[in-house]
């Protein structure tokens, strides 16, 4: 009986790191196909003009775009809990303050989609931190692991982060829009989610190279 329980045990520390691969995983595929299919159904949405979150929040007359709105603002909600599972389920294997940073990041996220962005101050601050920190986590990866994986961490976190500051300057003045630009911070976020959730999920291989704190 105690060597089952030894044995079950062994199987759920093993299988954790998957666990939270799958979600990283999906939470970038959540959220790159809520962008895409709510910007197909908001008509004459423009990338240039409006900012992503400008597909859950009001238009010029005042109203939700549906269902638009709907489907971004469910996208957001699936995304912000499948980062926190991520993060929590990982918390005990993987380095802690990546695992801190993806529980971070999906509250930034839950805040996008409850507070719209004609809401204001509310709204900027949930984007800031899911943008600020989902760069920093995978720069955070980068610093906890090694290999290919660890390169291409640092280069999606350094992107992500650089564009974040350029849209913190320029806003919408630049040739991309502020539509364009603020894509650029999100996603090489969203790539680095379903990569690095990938590479979880492969496993003994790759918790080889995960250093844990």
């Known amino acids: 009986m105690a060597q089952s329980s030894w044995r079950d045990a062994l199987a759920v520390e093993t299988d954790r790191p998957r666990l939270a691969g799958g979600a990283l ?97 509310p709204h900027a601050i949930s984007a800031l931190v899911a943008f600020a920190g989902g760069g920093a986590t995978a720069l955070g990866a980068a610093r906890a692991t090694r290999g290919p994986i660890r390169w291409l961490s640092a280069l999606l976190g350094t992107w992500a982060l650089g564009a974040l500051v350029a849209f913190l300057v320029f806003f919408g003045d630049t040739p991309l829009g502020v539509g364009g630009l603020e894509r ?20 003994a291989d790759n918790r080889s190279s995960v250093k844990t704190h």
Do not use: K
């Open 184 to 203: 650029l911070i999100s996603i090489p976020i969203q790539g680095w989610a379903m990569v690095f959730g990938g590479w979880l999920i492969g496993g």
């Open 25 to 121: 995983a999906g939470a970038g595929l959540v959220l790159t196909t809520g962008i895409t299919v709510s910007g197909a159904l908001y008509p004459d949405y423009s990338i240039h003009a409006q900012t992503i979150s400008a597909l859950g929040g009001h238009d010029a007359s005042g109203q939700l775009v549906q269902p638009a709105a709907l489907v971004f603002t469910l996208a957001l909600a699936l995304t912000g809990v499948l980062l926190i599972v991520a993060g929590v389920t990982g918390w005990p294997t993987i380095d802690r303050p990546v695992a801190g940073g993806l529980c971070l990041t999906g509250l930034g996220v839950l805040g996008v989609g409850a507070f719209p962005e004609h809401l204001g101050a």
